[in-house]
């Protein structure tokens, strides 16, 4: 591999946006009560229901590639995405104080 001069690469791993962990309760417990936070936090339709969830939980748009220390901080819900008027544009909104050498990832 030819690396060029003044660029940064960075090892991507995948991130599910809902994992299946959250949406397979091998009680089936607290499935419900899931969904309805899932909704109030991510303004999902209240029309969404578990079976809609969980049929497209494996679909490639519900994965998103990340560099690992973002990957962390992301399954850790200590970040999210808020989407701008543009399409496929958004603003990071960090639940946390941001870590240390994050300060400029603030949209993607």
């Known amino acids: 591999m030819h690396h060029h001069p003044g660029t940064r690469e960075a090892f991507l791993h995948p991130a599910c946006i809902l994992r299946r962990s959250v949406i397979h309760d091998p009680g089936g417990n607290r499935i419900a009560g899931t969904i309805d936070i899932i909704k109030h936090h991510t303004k999902l339709p209240s029309s969404i229901n578990t079976d809609d969830v969980a049929g497209t939980i494996d679909d490639p748009e519900s994965v998103t590639l990340l560099e690992v220390a973002l990957r ?21 909104h960090w639940f946390r104080p941001v870590p240390f050498g994050l300060e400029n990832f603030i949209q993607v």
Do not use: M, N
């Open 72 to 92: 962390t901080y992301f399954v850790s819900y200590a970040w999210c995405l808020h989407p701008t008027d543009v399409l496929h544009k958004y603003t990071v």
